[in-house]
């Protein structure tokens, strides 16, 4: 019984043995692949934690011009420069349609992160489309957005059986197939079908293979798509009055290539622009060019563009934002209209002159629109309840025929001389190579149609519907001013448009936009881009104009004071000659240092 028992132990625990060297042996493969997986996690944490501090991928590829605006909003870069279409990309890459959507991807407009390894391709693609196309194929063509309308937007009601219908024309050289495909489907999936006539896809001449057989393939089911082919290369005017020609609908509504349109967006556009002398735009949000992210723009702001013609985008006045806090899904007028996407009656976009066709490639058109509407009797305003996500690119991906310059300073010039007046000519005066070109065009059918519709001057137009703008003017005097010690009062390179602290400058010549100011009848000294010279905590800043008091500089003799009764001064830095010393707002003085010298400069 004994021994019995003693076996029946040893086979336990010979047993309970084997069972043991299987649990260490399993423990040590846990062990191993958990170490394994540490290591990649901490990895991808290190490299995270590493970039986090550092500027995004994409900040190291070139850029002209900062594009963010005082606002901290994204602007339109006013000269970009001609992209390299895929650089030393295969030809492969290029004209396949790499679209492959990951379920969940960048639904509800959430942002697509890739991982280290991934950025690494993603870079190298970037440059195809000037921005994150890896991101953008992963992304479902028909993704969910959240409803961006305000609460108050949300409960408006409107007639659908009253509204005017809607063309919509989308132009595009060159788009990628998912943006543009995500596009086309974000207007069927959100727009009710009795208002949406139809979808015309304009392709101004783009060389890409997926563009061809493949994007009619993917438009053929689907229900009122056209797709029109320009054969020569035209630009966005010229590819948007093909696509207005045919247009059937009783609005023709225009958005670019790589949008996305939310919840209740083309209600208000077509209610708006049913009453037949208003230009409508929908509120524009920004979709990452990174990982495509949806996120809401700042919520007033209005379209206006600086001495060099720039769009901008810049702080509705005073009145504007009083009636917006009242009435906040009410439209409301801007002075100009960032370009691609608004709505206007068929009727009255055809009874203004359409667009100007000598208008080539890109830019310019949207502010010779907006003049041209305003002056003749028209309006261009911003309607808050519709809400479309755009892709704000930091530079133009395709090529400019002739070169980005001659395009865009063409089109300025033809833009310029039809609508400017007296502006025109200072814009010419001080952009002498606009001014070059300006013969070389011939606007006398635009011109024609200024006459005919009887339109108003350039000087209405400011005093009336942009009557905080920044321009010189007759009654403002214009020029230099200049320290007795040396240096002039001018916005140093490269503050943002945000501001920033105010020193003096080198003088610069007479020709020189960055030295020149405007001083205004009441004592605001403005420069480019709507800054203003205001008093700071210690030191003089640069800021955005507004009606705030500590902008507010009297001269009193060769002395510039502020309100309270101080002297604006050059304080000693560490300089020779004035240049680079901060401004400040100090105690009036027996001192060289706040002794202004005003040099006027005609302003045309
Ligand atoms: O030669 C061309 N042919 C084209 O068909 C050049 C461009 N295009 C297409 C292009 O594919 C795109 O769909 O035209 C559309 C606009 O071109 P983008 O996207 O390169 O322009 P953008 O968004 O940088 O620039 C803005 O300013 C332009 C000035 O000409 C146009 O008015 C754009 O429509 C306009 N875009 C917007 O207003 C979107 C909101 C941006 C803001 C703020
Ligand atoms: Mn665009």
Request: with cysteine.
């Amino acid at each position: 019984m004994f021994e019995f028992t003693m076996v029946i132990k040893k086979q336990i625990r010979s047993l309970m043995c084997r069972g043991r060297k299987k649990k260490i042996a399993s423990l040590v493969i846990i062990l191993i692949f958990l170490i394994n997986a540490m290591f990649y996690v901490s990895l991808e944490l290190y490299n995270t934690i590493k970039n986090r501090n550092k500027d995004p991928w994409y900040k190291s590829l070139r850029y002209e011009k900062d594009y963010v605006d005082k606002m901290g909003m994204r602007v339109i870069v006013g000269h970009y420069v001609g992209g390299n279409s895929g650089g030393n990309l295969s030809q492969e890459m290029i004209n396949t349609n790499h679209y492959a959507p990951i379920d969940g991807a960048g639904e509800g407009g959430r942002p697509v992160q890739l991982l280290q390894r991934e950025i690494i391709s993603a870079r190298d693609l970037y440059s195809l489309h000037s921005y994150n196309i890896v991101v953008s194929d992963r992304i479902s063509i028909n993704r969910s957005l959240p409803d961006m309308r305000s609460e108050s937007c949300r409960r408006v009601e409107y007639d659908l059986e009253n509204l005017p219908t809607a063309s919509v024309i989308i132009v595009f050289h060159n788009e990628a197939w998912s943006t543009l495909m995500r596009t086309v489907m974000s207007v069927l999936l959100r727009s009710p079908t009795v208002l949406l006539k139809e979808i015309i896809l304009v392709d101004d001449a783009s060389d890409r293979k997926y563009l061809g057989k493949e994007l009619e393939d993917a438009i053929e089911n689907l229900n009122n798509v056209k797709i029109l082919r320009s054969h020569n290369r035209t630009g966005l005017v010229g590819a948007r009055l093909m696509g207005a020609r045919i247009a059937v609908g009783d609005v023709l509504l225009f958005l670019d290539a790589h949008c996305e349109v939310t919840q209740g967006w083309i209600e208000p556009l077509l209610e708006r622009a049913g009453s037949d002398d208003v230009f409508i735009c929908p509120h524009i949000d920004l979709l990452s060019d990174d990982t495509l992210a949806y996120t809401k723009s700042i919520d007033a702001h209005w379209g206006a563009f600086s001495w060099r013609l720039h769009f901008r985008w810049l702080m509705p006045s005073n009145e504007v934002m009083i009636n917006k806090s009242k009435n906040p899904s009410k439209p409301y007028p801007t002075p100009a209209m960032a370009g691609g996407l608004f709505a206007v009656r068929k009727s009255l976009f055809w009874r203004l002159g359409g667009y100007d066709e000598g208008m080539v490639i890109w830019g310019a058109e949207n502010l010779e629109l907006s003049w041209r509407a305003w002056q003749c009797g028209a309006r261009v305003e911003i309607t808050p309840c519709s809400r479309v996500g755009h892709i704000f690119r930091r530079h133009s991906p395709y090529k400019y025929p002739g070169g980005v310059a001659k395009v865009l300073n063409s089109n300025l010039a033809r833009a310029a001389s039809v609508w400017m007046d007296e502006w025109a000519d200072f814009f010419f005066k001080f952009n002498p190579s606009v001014a070059a070109i300006r013969d070389s065009q011939s606007v006398g059918d635009r011109i024609e149609i200024r006459k005919n519709l009887h339109c108003k001057n350039f000087k209405w137009y400011l005093e009336n519907v942009w009557p905080q703008h920044f321009f010189p003017t007759d009654e403002r005097w214009f020029g230099r001013i200049r320290n007795d010690k040396g240096g002039c009062i001018g916005v140093t390179a490269g503050t943002p448009g945000l501001g920033g602290p105010a020193s003096s400058i080198s003088c610069g010549s007479d020709l020189d936009l960055d030295r020149l100011l405007v001083y205004t009848v009441e004592g605001k000294v403005m420069a480019d881009e709507g800054l203003c010279l205001e008093q700071g905590n210690g030191r003089a800043v640069w800021k955005t104009c507004t009606e705030n008091i500590k902008q507010i500089w009297q001269q009193k003799g060769p002395r510039l004071k502020t309100l309270d009764g101080l002297c604006l001064t050059l304080v000693n830095g560490d300089s020779e000659d004035g240049i680079g010393d901060p401004l400040t707002a100090k105690r009036c003085l027996n001192d060289n240092r706040q002794i202004w010298h005003f040099e006027r400069v005609p302003w045309r």
